[in-house]
T-cell receptor
């Protein structure tokens, strides 16, 4: 079966660093995606990992370990606008690359 | 530039009614996906088009759900005889190419409420 786990909620302080973990067990694997979704809005792409290791993009970094079925999203220098749901998704299905999502981690950034 | 657009943004239907949800992908995007997102959950895959061909419809929950993309651009998701469990946000996403290394761009979704 397909299973993606991530924490339901997290709280962090403005200016701090937060790490959102994601573990997955899927029948196929084309890559690991992270999306940000503000309430009532479309998910927006943050990062993509297909090889093991760390990908850095400004204040956001994402890590992947395929052997452990594990990824994390690291957000640095947190801002109030980072309060949102963060969705971990695995691409699978060969060329289709449909995404299977976790339930999302609702991050609240406090002053 | 224009992103993915969807219409209507909100739809209220009485149980048993048919609804049609429209998606305008980014111009030139080959791949188009439909997802269903229940409250507090992540999106769930419904169906996939490559140009006008529906290559994967494994996520459609029942034969009441039907999708088309006749000219390889605009797509319509139709739900017949709506039920309360169909209440959700329906998201459309498009991607510039096929294959697994390309991000999907999502539209704002249509929130369907079945009463």
């Amino acid at each position: 079966g397909q299973n993606i786990d991530q924490p339901t909620e997290m709280t962090a302080t403005e200016g701090a660093i937060v790490q959102i973990n994601c573990t997955y067990q899927t029948s196929g694997f084309n890559g690991l995606f992270w999306y940000q979704q503000h309430a009532g809005e479309a998910p927006t792409f943050l990062s993509y990992n297909v090889l093991d290791g760390l990908e850095e993009k400004g204040r956001f970094s994402s890590f992947l370990s395929r052997s452990k079925g594990y990824s994390y999203l690291l957000l640095k220098e947190l801002q109030m606008k980072d309060s949102a749901s963060y969705l971990c998704a695995v691409g699978y299905g060969g060329a289709t690359n449909k995404l299977i999502f976790g339930t999302g981690t609702l991050l609240a950034v406090q002053p | 530039g224009a992103g993915v657009s969807q219409s209507p943004r909100y739809k209220v239907a009485k149980r048993g009614q048919d609804v049609a949800l429209r998606c305008d992908p980014i111009s030139g995007h080959v791949s188009l996906f439909w997802y269903q997102q229940a409250l507090g959950q992540g999106p769930e895959f419904l169906t996939y088009f490559q140009n006008e061909a529906q290559l994967d419809k494994s996520g459609l929950p029942s034969d009441r759900f039907f999708a088309e993309r006749p000219e390889g651009s605009v797509s319509t998701l139709k739900i017949q005889r709506t039920q309360q469990e169909d209440s959700a946000v329906y998201l459309c996403a498009s991607s510039s190419k096929t294959g697994f290394s390309y991000e999907q761009y999502f539209g704002p979704g249509t929130r369907l409420t079945v009463t």
